[in-house]
């Protein structure tokens, strides 16, 4: 795997294209989430980002209906989930 990994990397600066699953398997063994794997991108030592939307999508939907401050807006999103609860 190691040898394959090397050949990979290398194919990937000397500029020739992975097929999307040779990439896929690429990050699949080495996954990376920082900005160090987008082009044209420089990395900034103690640079981070995060977001507070809560633990789950639907805090975070539920954090941005709220803060929208939207009647009709507000009122259909508590439709839908009344739709939503009444179809399980």
């Not at 794997?37 to 980002?49: M, T």
């Not at 009709?72 to 939503?84: D, R, S």
Request: proline share 1%.
């Amino acid at each position: 795997m190691e040898i394959k990994l090397a050949e990979n990397i290398r194919s990937f600066r000397k500029g020739r294209k992975l097929t999307q699953e040779q990439l896929a398997a690429f990050f699949d063994a080495f996954p990376s989430y920082d900005e160090s794997d987008i082009r044209f991108v420089i990395r900034l030592e103690g640079a981070s980002a995060h977001d507070d939307l809560g633990a789950t999508s639907m805090d975070g939907i539920d954090l941005v209906v709220n803060q929208i401050k939207n009647d009709a807006f507000t009122t259909l999103w508590k439709f839908l989930m009344e739709q939503e609860e009444h179809h399980e």
